[in-house]
Nanobody
């Protein structure tokens, strides 16, 4: 089970740290991703981190502003969001997968088997 938290309301330019804690699973064995879905829009890829090697991936829209990381001791994945913009407003979801083809398809929601419940981020202008 994945539990996402850390969302909230923030003014443009602000920061939030999102967390995704896993229970019943060891994150070391999983590739992890963050996605977001704004009202009326499709779910989109935000960031991902590959198991073992820790290679990170970012959507162009968040590159340079967001940072994904993981803490194996805490069995938690984080998404540090900085310089937030109103267009970052969405429900953010964490997800996990073990597929071998991660590096080629990390951006696809269909690749992920396990999903958290989402945490809402609202950025005001």
């Amino acid at each position: 089970q994945l539990q996402a938290c850390g969302g909230g309301w923030v003014q443009a330019g602000g920061s939030l740290r999102l967390s995704c804690a896993a229970s019943g699973r060891t994150l070391y064995n999983y590739h992890m991703g963050w996605f977001r879905q704004a009202p009326g829009k499709e779910r989109e890829f935000v960031s991902g981190i590959r198991r073992s090697a820790g290679t990170t991936y970012y959507a162009d829209t968040v590159k340079g502003r967001f940072t994904i990381s993981r803490d194996y001791a805490e069995n938690t994945v984080y998404l540090e969001t900085n310089s937030l913009k109103p267009e970052d407003t969405a429900v953010y979801y964490c997800a996990a997968t073990q597929v071998a083809s991660y590096s080629g398809y990390y951006y696809s929601p269909d690749l992920y088997r396990y999903w958290g419940q989402g945490t809402e981020v609202t950025v005001s202008s």
